[in-house]
C-alpha cells in the first residue's frame, strides 16, 4: 500500500533543515507565484521534445475546487503525525481533517521525467531526470546549455505548499508511467522518534527503497482526484497539495509569465493555459493582447502594477515587431580576438549612424547584431546576440529587458531613458557562459562567479559587452564625424590633451636653421562654432556659440574624468560619477537636458542663449567634456 515515509534519524545523522525560500531571490519577484512560474515553465523549456511549442497548464483549485478529505486520504496515508510535529518547520501546517485546495502543473511537448526509478546512485554526468528530480538535492542532470543548472528549481513547487509537499506524476516516451511524492521539512520528532527532514510517498521495498507507484488503477485515481488533463502525452503533471489561494492567484500566475517568458510567448514557443473552475486564460502569441487587456483591468487601483504593466506592453509590442522583421538592420564589427570584450568606438560609418537615427526618430525598431568570440578557455567559440530597440515618445526612463534563451534576466542592467530594449541571448556559446555566471534563482549574472571565472577567460567582459551594449549602441548612433571638440577644455584642465587626436600640433618646421616654416600658407578661416564650453565652479558649462552659427537641433554632451594613458571616455565608470542618479547638479537655462548613461547629457528644444552647467565633479581631478551635435 502507497504511504508517506520519512527517515529516522541515528546518532551519526546530521541535523539538516533545508531552508526553501533562501533558493530564490524574492527581492526581485513580486509575489510567491513568481518562483513556481518561473522555475516551473524554465525546467519545461529545458525538456523540450522536437520542434511543437512547450504548452503548461496551471489549474487553481481555489477553496470551491478543494478536495475532501475522503477523496485526498489515500495520498496523504502517514503523513499527519509529521505534519503536526511541533519543530518541524511548518507555519500554517494543514489539517487533513479539512478540504484540501490544490495546484497543478502540467507540461506537454516535454520528455516527461526519463531514467531509471530504481536507481539510486547516478554516476556524475549520467542523465536520470527522475532520479534529480524525486531523490537528489543541489544536483541536476542539466548541461551546460540548460537554463535550469543547479537542481533546486523543483523546491519552488514545495514552496507554495502549506505542508511543503508535491505529488508528481510523469508520462515517457517509452509508454511508462510513473507517480510519486516528496515532502520538505525540517528535522523533527513524532512521539520521541527523530526524522530526517525528507518524506516520500509511494510504495516501498525491504530496504526502504521508495518505489513510485505504477498501477493503473492508482494512477487514473491520482489523475481524476486532482483534474489532471494528461492522456497519454509524454510530460510531467506535479500536484501541489494545500497551497494557499490568497497567495498564488490566476493573475499573478498571469502576469509572472509574461514579466518573465513574453518572448518565446510572443514567438510562438510556448502556450499557457491558466485555469480555475468555471474559467479559463490562454496566453498565446495570438491572445497575448487580451492577456495584458485583462491584466490590466484586474490592476485597476494599484499604480505600481498599472506602472510596471504599461513597461512590459511597450516589450511585448516590441517583441511583436521584431518576430515579423526578417534581418538585423547593421551587423556590427566583432571586437578584437584574443582580448577582453570591449566596445569599440568607431564601429560604424557616418551613413549608418544616420539611417538608423533616421529610423529611430520615425519610431521604426532597428535590430542590430553583435557578433563576438567567446573566450572559453578549452578554445574561442564563436556567437552572437541581438538587440531589438525603439525610441519610447514619452521619454520615460525603462531598463532593457535581457533574455537568456527566451528566460527574462530580471536583475540585470540599468535604465535608459526615451527607448525601449530587448537584448536576446539565443541557444549557443555565449548563452552557455553567461549561465554560467546566474545565480541560483536565475534572476542576475555575477561577475564573480567562480563557474564563468574557471571556464572562461576574461570572464566578467562578456557580461560587460552584453550589459552595455544597448547604451554604447545609441552612443554609436548619435555620434558624429564632425563638431567633436577635444580640446575644448585644454586650457582649464590640462590632461585633455593627451586626447587632442593629432588636433592643435605644431607646424613642420624646414631642418635648415632660419628657414620658414614648410607650409606657410594660412589655415582657412574656422567653422563658427555652435557651442562653447566654459569652466563653471568644481564642472563645466556648455552654452551659445557664435551668434553667425546656426542653432544646434540637438546635443549630446559626455563627461568623464582625465586619464593619463588612453580614451577618457572608454576608460570612464559609473562608479565615477553618475548624471543620472541626481547627485551632481544639473542646471539648464533655454532648453531641455536629460541623462540618458551615467555620463551623458541629451540636449533638445534648444533656444536662444541657452546654458547647461553641470557642477559637483571632484574637484582634484581634471575633467573631459565632449559635445556633439546631431540635427
Known amino acids: 500500500m502507497a504511504k508517506w515515509r520519512f527517515a529516522k534519524r541515528d546518532r551519526g545523522s546530521k541535523e539538516r533543515n533545508p531552508p ?31 520542434k511543437d511549442p512547450v504548452r503548461i497548464r496551471f489549474y487553481l483549485s481555489e477553496a470551491s475546487g478543494a478536495v475532501s478529505q475522503q477523496d485526498i486520504s489515500p495520498f496523504m496515508l502517514g503523513l499527519e503525525a509529521h505534519l503536526t510535529a511541533k519543530d518541524n518547520g511548518l507555519k500554517a501546517a494543514p489539517q487533513l481533517s479539512e478540504p484540501c485546495a490544490f495546484l497543478v502543473f502540467e507540461d506537454f511537448g516535454t520528455t516527461g521525467l526519463e531514467g531509471d526509478p530504481d536507481q539510486h546512485l547516478v554516476p556524475e554526468g549520467e542523465d536520470n531526470a527522475f532520479y534529480h528530480f524525486f531523490r537528489a538535492e543541489g544536483a541536476s542532470n542539466k548541461g551546460k546549455d540548460k537554463l535550469g543548472r543547479f537542481g533546486i528549481g523543483k523546491f519552488a513547487f514545495p514552496l507554495c505548499s502549506r505542508a511543503r509537499a508535491i505529488l508528481a506524476l510523469t508520462k515517457r516516451k517509452d509508454g511508462r508511467e510513473f507517480m510519486a511524492g516528496v515532502a520538505t521539512l525540517k528535522c523533527h520528532s513524532v512521539g520521541g522518534t527523530a526524522y530526517q527532514p525528507d518524506g516520500w510517498f509511494g510504495e516501498f521495498a525491504e530496504d526502504a527503497f521508495q518505489l513510485p507507484l505504477e498501477e493503473d488503477d492508482a494512477l487514473c485515481r491520482f489523475k481524476k482526484t486532482f483534474c489532471l488533463e494528461r492522456d497519454g502525452q509524454p510530460g510531467l503533471s506535479v500536484v501541489v497539495p494545500y497551497y494557499s489561494p490568497d497567495n498564488v492567484v490566476a493573475t499573478d500566475v498571469v ?30 502569441a495570438d491572445t497575448v493582447d487580451e492577456a495584458l487587456d485583462w491584466l490590466e483591468v484586474s490592476a485597476q487601483g494599484d499604480q505600481r502594477k498599472l506602472k510596471d504593466l504599461a513597461e512590459l506592453k511597450a516589450l511585448v509590442r516590441l517583441a511583436q515587431v521584431s518576430a515579423r522583421l526578417p534581418e538585423p538592420d547593421i551587423e556590427l564589427p566583432p571586437p578584437i580576438r584574443g582580448r577582453a570584450l570591449k566596445w569599440q568606438s568607431g564601429c560604424m560609418d557616418q551613413d549608418d549612424r ?46 532593457p529587458a535581457f533574455v537568456r534563451k527566451g528566460n527574462v534576466i530580471a536583475a540585470v542592467g540599468k535604465r535608459v531613458k526615451g527607448y525601449r530594449a530587448i537584448v536576446s541571448v539565443p541557444d549557443g556559446p555565449l548563452s552557455h557562459a553567461l549561465g554560467k555566471a546566474e545565480n541560483v534563482a536565475h534572476t542576475e549574472w555575477r561577475r564573480d562567479s567562480e563557474d564563468l571565472k574557471s571556464a572562461y577567460k576574461y570572464s566578467a567582459s562578456h557580461i560587460e559587452y552584453v550589459v552595455g551594449s544597448v547604451s554604447n549602441l545609441l552612443r554609436e548612433i548619435y555620434a558624429t564625424d564632425d563638431e567633436v571638440d577635444f580640446n575644448a577644455l585644454a586650457d582649464l584642465f590640462p590632461d585633455c590633451t593627451s586626447v587632442n587626436s ?14 620658414k616654416p614648410a607650409n606657410p600658407s594660412p589655415p582657412p578661416p574656422p567653422t563658427p562654432k555652435r557651442y562653447r564650453i566654459t569652466k563653471a565652479p568644481e564642472g563645466f558649462t556648455v552654452g551659445r556659440g557664435a551668434p553667425e552659427a546656426p542653432m544646434p537641433g540637438r546635443m549630446l554632451i559626455r563627461a568623464a574624468y582625465a586619464v593619463r594613458r588612453g580614451n577618457p571616455m572608454s576608460r570612464f565608470h559609473p562608479a565615477d560619477f553618475d548624471l543620472t542618479k541626481r547627485r551632481l547638479c544639473i542646471e539648464v537655462e533655454g532648453a531641455h537636458a536629460d541623462a540618458t548613461a551615467p555620463n551623458v547629457l541629451e540636449v533638445t528644444q534648444i533656444e536662444g542663449d541657452f546654458k547647461v552647467t553641470v557642477t559637483g ?15
Do not use: C
Not at 565633479?617 to 540635427?631: A, C, G, S
Open 20 to 50: 526553501l525560500e533562501w533558493f530564490f531571490n524574492l527581492d526581485v519577484m513580486d509575489n510567491a507565484s513568481e518562483p513556481l512560474v518561473r522555475e516551473g515553465i524554465q525546467n519545461s523549456l529545458d525538456a523540450r521534445s522536437g
Open 255 to 284: 502576469r509572472a509569465v509574461m514579466k518573465h517568458f513574453f518572448l518565446p510567448v510572443v514567438k510562438g514557443e510556448l502556450v499557457v493555459e491558466v485555469v480555475r473552475p468555471n474559467e479559463r486564460h490562454s496566453v498565446t
Open 354 to 399: 544616420d539611417r538608423l537615427a533616421r529610423k529611430l526618430k520615425d519610431n521604426q525598431i532597428i535590430i542590430a547584431r553583435f557578433p563576438l568570440s567567446v573566450l572559453a578557455r578549452s578554445g574561442t567559440q564563436q556567437s552572437s546576440f541581438d538587440v531589438f530597440i525603439q525610441q519610447d515618445p514619452t521619454g520615460r526612463y525603462a531598463k
Open 502 to 515: 593629432g588636433l592643435g600640433k605644431k607646424p613642420k618646421f624646414s631642418k635648415k636653421k632660419g628657414r
Open 617 to 631: 565633479f571632484d574637484k582634484n581631478r581634471d575633467l573631459f567634456v565632449e559635445v556633439k551635435v546631431v540635427d
